[in-house]
């Protein structure tokens, strides 16, 4: 099985800022990673799929990079509505394993 | 306009049953692999079951193997997961999604919920 772990697990940042979350897969995922933000009571919403493709109506400031075990997001000038918690997922194999989570609030 | 309904959910005793279900419209439902994943309550996502486009194949995780049962229904746009044996552990949202090994969780329900408890 292919584990996931997401670091931080949380962060304080402020409007403006410049956010980073990585994604480690166990093993080689072959891009087959997708980033959702989830904001409290909501439905998870996705971003970026294949890694590094944003999905359409998604903020330009929202990227993802990296490939192999090590996928990244960033979010280049962190707006109001971007403090929430986000959600890699590997669907390379199964079973299918979401990291833990990377909340980020408001400093 | 994409729309995944679920219904289904509820209360229900240590280890009673539910089935979920799981309406598609919008889009070409048997093209889709689709999947559940669930969230109990404060916690994270994690991915319960998927099953092919034509329903041939079945993935589930380790933690319901052999109590969960996912199945589609083509011709009437609809997804299903039969839960069984039901644990307290099991209590959460229920998401039916276009997730697969391809299909990359563009769509979501709004989830129904289910608790286990006595």
Known sequence: ?107 | EVQLLESGGGLVQPGGSLRLSCAASGFTFSSYDMSWVRQAPGKGLEWVSTIGGSGDNTYYADSVKGRFTISRDNSKKMLYLQVNNLRGEDTAIYYCASLGRTAAGAYWGQGTLVTVSS
């Open chain 1, 1 to 107: 099985d292919i584990q996931m772990t997401q670091s931080p697990s949380a962060m304080s940042a402020s409007v403006g800022d410049r956010v980073t979350i990585t994604c480690r897969a166990s093993q080689d995922i072959n891009n087959f990673l997708a980033w959702f933000q989830q904001e409290p009571g909501k439905v998870p919403k996705r971003l970026i799929y294949v890694a590094a493709k944003l999905v359409s109506g998604v903020p330009s400031r929202f990227s993802g990079s990296g490939s192999g075990t090590e996928i990244t997001l960033t979010i280049s000038g962190l707006q109001p509505e971007d403090f929430a918690t986000y959600y890699c997922l590997q669907h390379e194999s199964f079973p299918f394993t979401f990291g833990p989570g990377t909340k980020v609030d408001v400093k």
